[in-house]
Nanobody, 120 residues
Framework: QVQLVESGGGLAQPGGSLRLSCAAS????????MAWYRQAPGKQRELVAA???????DYADSVKGRFTISRDNGKNTVYLQMNSLKPEDTAVYYC??????????????WGQGTQVTVSS
């Protein structure tokens, strides 16, 4: 079975840092684009950061310069390093894995989510 398991969420102070991890199993990890999404109360789920199988990255404007996405193919794990945290970063963060071939999405998986709270 396919599993995406997030960890590393919790409580941080404004200006602090957290590192989220997403460990994948049941997929050929190197074939998949990986991404982090987040959803705050009363808001739609939004893309935070993405990384392709080739290592290209993309970030939401709101986190650019503060967050870094990376992947370790040997560990089947994707990370989100979050620095200079702000209260508006508070949300549930979700890991996503997507396989796209010949212009079609062949597989799309989600983790269970991990809570990040930024508060003084």
């Amino acid at each position: 079975q396919v599993q995406l398991v997030e960890s590393g969420g919790g409580l941080a102070q404004p200006g602090g840092s957290l590192r989220l991890s997403c460990a994948a199993s049941g997929i050929t990890f190197t074939f998949y684009a990986m991404a982090w999404y987040r959803q705050a109360p009363g808001k739609q789920r939004e893309l935070v950061a993405a990384i392709t199988s080739g290592g290209s990255t993309d970030y939401a404007d709101s986190v650019k310069g503060r967050f870094t996405i990376s992947r370790d193919n040997g560990k089947n794990t994707v990370y989100l390093q979050m620095n200079s945290l702000k209260p508006e970063d508070t949300a549930v963060y979700y890991c996503n894995a997507k396989l796209q071939q010949f212009g079609a999405v062949r597989a799309n998986y989600w983790g269970q989510g991990t809570q990040v709270t930024v508060s003084s």
